[in-house]
Every structure is written in structure tokens, then in C-alpha cells.
């Protein structure tokens, strides 16, 4: 029944103890590359620690000594296990070219879905503002926003608020991405929800673009419009609909339609592209929190519409090549960077 | 990997070999949180005088900076920490809790992100009820951002090396003089048995004096109950010490 226990721990603990003193090595400084020798070292008292723990839990009944070996080849097998992944070095130009481009159009049915929604959203906020001028006080709960259109052009128009503005501006630029960037997130984790959570806040953030812009065109403030929107708004809202995507990747892998591998796969092959693309939306918004609070919030006559406007179309243009191009490898390569969706 | 009521998670390599992990309660884990969330209060207070000095160029700048910068910081503690920790926060670290991957593993970048962004869920409607509840529910103690990630939480107390002091006496052993006694005990005492008298021996000035002889007479009597043994074997024998001897026979071998 019994194994000579004080002979085993006399003649094993010495291995043990070099085996615990290299994971704590191991431990303080996990990125020190790992000399050869020291790997091979490792590797053999890996496998004794391993066989020890086998040979007692078979033969003997003392818990300590088990528990000590578990923690000890516990350890051990995660420092061997997962080597590769802690020695991969963080490019960023590589993963702002290549990585993120190619991630989204993987998921781009993701993403496809959550624009639909978005613009069904504001379809049906222009629709509602339309037929009723009084749903914008529901539809759009922004007090600035609440008053005539054409007062507010006129007043912007006018210079009377670029003081303020002026002094503001850093801290309204900071609010600005810190409030977008916690929306965006918040989409995103809300796919935990199977995706309700997201679909709420995709469609009801496209009602309230879309009553602001029949408000707007209504009053005949249509450029005004292009002028305020466009420059922050081509990149906030993809943005927005990029974490939401993340969002819907991650429901997706929830529901498992149509896939074979258990819930806790579909989750992990999910995960990288999930963080890609939330981390991507997060730039974004960096961006447009910027441009929001350093343009857009100027109009004619300091800036003029018309140069606004081209800015939010360039703008557009370099988002969409950007993610529809980059990182695109040429035809006939051996490299193949995209999978097919 | 199996679990059990005692808030273990026993891990199968494919070499064959097992292991177990115990989970980390919610308790403790609340406990890390609320260290985590003073360290982060008090970190501030000292990064945030330096972001009041860009006040020296634009007080307009100093907020906007401190706005972001407290954000990146409140949600990069975490992250950065736990992926240069392999786990670990200073909450964490204090109380001896690790996140680890489900399957044994070091995390990956992306698993200590997403466990970490989906605290955006776990903390809703407000004092992480969403995630208290997920980890309360789940046999892994798992919240949301966990279940996602792939990852656990575990407690890893620092694990002594065995320590055979406890029965390392030099006293004369009066079974060694009967190896047909032994042999009987040997055979008829089952592992857990085993296990159990060692544990009493091992902890046994950590027992109150009554309850130490109440163990130590009932265990006594069970062995003795086990084999008929002479007389002189007995004599002059407290139950403790006969505890020990039969303990003695059992773990070590002496020439």
C-alpha cells in the first residue's frame, strides 16, 4: 500500500527544489529568453516532478506531499506549454496594417449585420421625426439638439460660441473619447447577452442619427449638416459599428449555429478577433474624439462647409481602403492572409 | 477537468498527468478587487498631479488629459498587470490568486483583454451583481468576463515541502517487534485511514487537549480493533503514541 515516504522525498526533493527555484526564475523575469540548456533541464525535471506525482498518487496517502508536487508540475506544465505564445513580439505597425484589416473582413458579416441595423435605426428615426415633429423630444435626448435648427445654424454661424469652445476644447476632446470609446465597449460585452444588448444599442443609436438628420433636412440645414457631422462622424460611427461587430462576433460564438466545436472553442477562436477589433474601435475613436473637438465644432465663416465636408469625404475614402485593402496579399502569394469568412 | 464541492478543477494533461487547482472563492476575490480599486484611488492621486502640471501650458489640456488618462490607467492597471504578472494584480498577488487559462495554460494577450473589458457587463447594475452572480452560479466560479476569456481564478497558497518531522522520532517503536502485527496493519489499514492518523500526528498542536485525546483514543482503538496484538505490545502505550508507532510502520522503513 505504502511507498517508503521519507526515503522518496529525501532522494526526489532535491529535484524538486531545482525545479521550483527555475519556475521561480521563470516567474520574476517570464520574458528572459530561455537558454537551451536551462530548457532541457527543465524539460527533465518536468518529467520527474510529473512521474513523482504519478508514482505517489498511486501508492502512497499523504496529501501534502501530493499537493506540494500538483502546485510544482502545475507550474511546470504551464511554463512549457505556453512558451510560444509568451515570446511573440507586439508590432504595431504590423498589427495596424495587416492584423486589424484583415480581421475585420473575416468578420465582415458581423459587421454587415450591425450596419444594417444601424441604418434601419435611422431610417426609422427619420420616419418617426417626419411624421412627427414631437418624437424628437423622445428620440433625441440631447438638450442642445432639442431647439430649431435653424437658431442653432444661426447662432453657431454667428461666432458667439467659439469662446467658450476655445477654452474647452482639450477637456471636451478628452470627455469625448472616453465617453465613445465606454459606449463602444459596452457594445461589445453586451454580445454576452446573445446579442440583444448590442442590437439595442446599434438601432437606437441609428434612431437618433437618423431623427437629427430629418430634423435637420426638414429646416433645410442639409449642408450646415454635412459640415457638422461628416468630419468625426465617418470614423465615430464605424467605429461604433466596428466594437459592435466585436459584439456580434462574440454572439455569434455564444449561439454556435452551424459550428461543431463546443461553446468554450467557439469562444476562444473568437476571443483574438473580438480584442482586435474592439482595440481598433478604440483607435478610431481617439481620432474622432479629436476631430470632433478641434472641427467640427467650427463652421462657416471660420471654416468653411464646403472644405468640412471634403475632409469627412478623404476621410471616408482612406477608412475604406483601409479596411477593404490593407493587408491584402497579392495574388499568387504563398502567404495567404486572409481566410475566407 | 472535473470539479468537485470542494471548488477544485482537476486538470488531465495528454501526457496523463493530473492536477488539481483550487478555485478562488468569490469572497477572496471581492477582497483583491477592493485592493485593486484603493491601489488604483491612490496611484491616481499621485499620477494626477503630474497630469495638473501640463496646467503650466493649458489647464484646457490638463483635463483633457487627466479625463483620458485616468480611463487608460483604471482600465490598463488590470491588463498590463495581469499579463506582465502572468495573473496577477497587487490584490491578487496579496491574497495568492492567479488567473489562468481553463486548460493549465499561461494566458494569452487577448484572454487578459477580454476578461478585463467585459468587466463592462459584470459590473452591472452596479457592484458587480452580474458577475457575482455569473461566479455564485457557475461550477468554476466563473463571472462573465471568465466564461468568455476561457480563464479561471485560482488560489494558489504557497505549498510547504513535506515535512516527515512529525514522525521522525527516535523513540523505541514496540510494533517493530512483531513484523506479523505489521503485517496485519499493513494490509488491513486502508490508504484514507492512513492519511487521517498522519493528518492527526501532523496537526496535532493545533488541537485543543480534549479533542487531541478524544481523536487519538478513537483512532487507537480502531487499529487495535483491526488485529488481535499481545498484550506487552499495549502496555504502558498511550493511545497517542501507539497512534505514532502504527503511523511509523506504515510511511517508514528502518533497517
Known sequence: MIVNLEQFVVEER???ERLDALLRARARDPWRPLPLEEARELERLYQRASADLARLATFAAEPEARQYLESLVARAFAEFHG?????????????????LPQTFRRRCGAFHFALALFLAGSVFGMLAVALDPGAKSVLM????????????????????KLGDLGERKGSFAGYLMVHNTQVTLL???????????????VFSNGVMLGAVVMDYLLAGQGVFLLGWLLPHGVIEIPAVLIGSQGGFVLAAALLGRGERLRLRDRLRAATPDVITLCLGAALLLVWAGLVEALLSQYHAPVLPYSAKIAFGLIEAAALSWWL????????????????SP | MSTSRLATVRLRTPEGVAFSFRLASPALRLAALAIDFAVISASWSVISILFSLLGILSQDVARGASIVGYFLFSQGYRIGLEWRWRGQTIGKRLLQLRVIDERGLPLSFAQVVMRNLLRFIDALPAAYAVGGLAALLSTRAQRLGDLAAGTLVIWEPTEPMPDLAALRGEKYNSLRRHPGVVARLRQAIAPAEARVAWQALARRDQLEAESRVALFAELAAHFRSLTPMPDELLDGLSDEQFVRNVVDVLYLTRS
Open chain 1, 14 to 16: 532535491p529535484k524538486w
Open chain 1, 83 to 99: 512558451a510560444e505564445a509568451e515570446v511573440r513580439r507586439v508590432r504595431p505597425w504590423v498589427w495596424l496594417s495587416t492584423t
Open chain 1, 141 to 160: 435626448p440631447f438638450g442642445h439638439l432639442q431647439g430649431d435648427p435653424r437658431e442653432r445654424v444661426a447662432e453657431e454661424e454667428s461666432g458667439t
Open chain 1, 187 to 201: 457594445a461589445m460585452a453586451l454580445g454576452l447577452s446573445w446579442g440583444v444588448g448590442t442590437l439595442v444599442i
Open chain 1, 324 to 339: 477593404a485593402r490593407s493587408g491584402r496579399t497579392p495574388p499568387g502569394s504563398s502567404l495567404q492572409g486572409d481566410r
